[in-house]
């Protein structure tokens, strides 16, 4: 686990996720969290399964983005 893991709080995640789409943050919701599988995701949202898997993706790649933004932010506030 890389050492700028350990300084990301439920705070911190939670808002992350938030300020994702709101249907990249509702199939990570559904996959990640509730255990839910692409297929079941695909019916409930009325997308493919496809789609899930690919939101999915992009979420992880999004919330990635925006949690080490949040981080860099965070060290530079206690260099200055």
Same mark, same amino acid.
Do not use: C, D
């Given at each position: 686990?890389?050492?700028?893991?350990?300084?990301?709080?439920? /705070?911190?995640?939670? $808002? =992350?996720?938030?300020?994702?789409?709101?249907?990249?943050?509702? *199939?990570?919701?559904?996959?990640? !969290?509730?255990?839910?599988?692409?297929?079941?995701?695909?019916?409930?949202?009325?997308?493919? /399964?496809?789609?899930? $898997? =690919?939101?999915?993706?992009?979420?992880?790649?999004?919330?990635? *983005?925006?949690l080490?933004?949040? !981080?860099?932010?965070?060290?530079?506030?206690?260099?200055?």
């Amino acid at each position: 686990v890389p050492e700028y893991m350990e300084k990301i709080s439920p /705070e911190m995640l939670t $808002k =992350s996720i938030s300020q994702l789409p709101v249907q990249f943050r509702t *199939v990570l919701n559904l996959f990640a !969290i509730e255990g839910y599988k692409h297929k079941e995701i695909a019916q409930k949202l009325n997308i493919s /399964e496809g789609a899930s $898997k =690919s939101y999915y993706s992009r979420s992880k790649e999004q919330l990635k *983005v925006i949690l080490q933004k949040q !981080i860099l932010e965070m060290l530079l506030q206690k260099v200055v």
